[in-house]
């Protein structure tokens, strides 16, 4: 519920975020910002958390730095959802040009990573060496390149039934041998198509530990 409330008072003073770094800032802005900023220095996260939340409060502009610094407070609080909360805001008020938006890029790429426990990166499937098609042994014949004929079922013989008995002729299709080439790979041994092991993407995602 409390982090509920913090949430809906972010929400509710990004839209109070100035962006014009001239403007002059109400005292109470200054101050409270300012001590978040020295008790973060000093390593007291959850002291700056209530410095910003009293921030966050007020009905006045707010530096868009303060969404930066809020970002960075909770990743080392290890509140990641609403670090990269933070950082986007800082990203999206400031754009490439902001003074700190290499450090939230890189702090909001951490901080997803933290929160799923992992980062996944594209690696070149090592089957089709990144072509997303490749020739894999035919899953029809398992690579034999043959199968038993379809109309004898293997036994080289077609029995016909009638009236005066049944009478008994060499297989037309395998030519009495019971065997015929695989369907699928016409006597290849292999399948040429989507790669298997990536399905046909040319790679596939890897699961790292965050750094």
Same mark, same amino acid.
């Given at each position: 519920?409390k982090q509920f409330i913090? !949430?809906?008072l972010?929400?509710?003073?990004?839209s109070? $975020?100035a962006?014009? %770094?001239?403007? *002059?800032y109400d005292?109470?802005v200054?101050?409270h $910002?300012?001590?978040?900023k020295?008790?973060?220095? @000093?390593?007291?996260y959850n002291?700056a958390h209530?410095?910003f939340?009293?921030?966050?409060?007020? *009905?006045?502009?707010i530096?868009?730095d303060a969404?930066?610094?809020?970002?960075?407070?909770?990743?080392?609080r @290890?509140n990641y959802?609403l670090a *990269?909360?933070? $950082?986007e @805001?800082?990203?999206k008020?400031r754009?490439?040009?902001? *003074?700190? $938006?290499d450090?939230?890029?890189?702090?909001?790429a951490?901080?997803q990573?933290?929160e799923k426990?992992y +980062?996944?990166?594209?690696?070149e499937c090592?089957?089709c %060496?990144?072509?997303? %098609?490749?020739?894999?042994?035919c899953?029809k014949?398992?690579?034999v390149?043959?199968?038993y #004929?379809?109309?004898c079922s &293997?036994?080289g +013989? +077609?029995?016909?039934?009638n009236?005066m008995?049944?009478?008994?002729?060499k297989?037309y299709?395998?030519?009495?041998?019971? !065997?015929?080439? #695989?369907?699928v790979? @016409? &006597?290849?041994?292999f399948q040429?198509?989507?790669?298997?092991?990536c399905?046909?993407?040319?790679?596939?995602l890897i699961?790292?530990? #965050?750094?």
């Amino acid at each position: 519920m409390k982090q509920f409330i913090l !949430i809906l008072l972010f929400s509710i003073s990004c839209s109070l $975020f100035a962006h014009d %770094h001239q403007l *002059q800032y109400d005292s109470l802005v200054e101050a409270h $910002f300012s001590a978040a900023k020295q008790l973060m220095e @000093k390593k007291d996260y959850n002291g700056a958390h209530n410095e910003f939340k009293e921030l966050f409060k007020l *009905q006045s502009t707010i530096p868009d730095d303060a969404a930066y610094y809020y970002g960075l407070n909770q990743y080392y609080r @290890k509140n990641y959802k609403l670090a *990269q909360q933070g $950082f986007e @805001k800082y990203m999206k008020l400031r754009g490439d040009k902001g *003074q700190y $938006f290499d450090s939230s890029f890189f702090y909001l790429a951490k901080a997803q990573c933290m929160e799923k426990g992992y +980062v996944e990166e594209k690696q070149e499937c090592s089957l089709c %060496h990144g072509t997303s %098609h490749s020739k894999v042994k035919c899953t029809k014949c398992k690579g034999v390149g043959k199968e038993y #004929c379809s109309v004898c079922s &293997g036994s080289g +013989v +077609v029995i016909s039934r009638n009236a005066m008995g049944d009478s008994y002729q060499k297989c037309y299709k395998c030519e009495g041998t019971g !065997i015929t080439l #695989c369907s699928v790979c @016409k &006597g290849t041994t292999f399948q040429d198509g989507d790669c298997p092991q990536c399905k046909g993407q040319g790679f596939v995602l890897i699961q790292k530990e #965050c750094k």
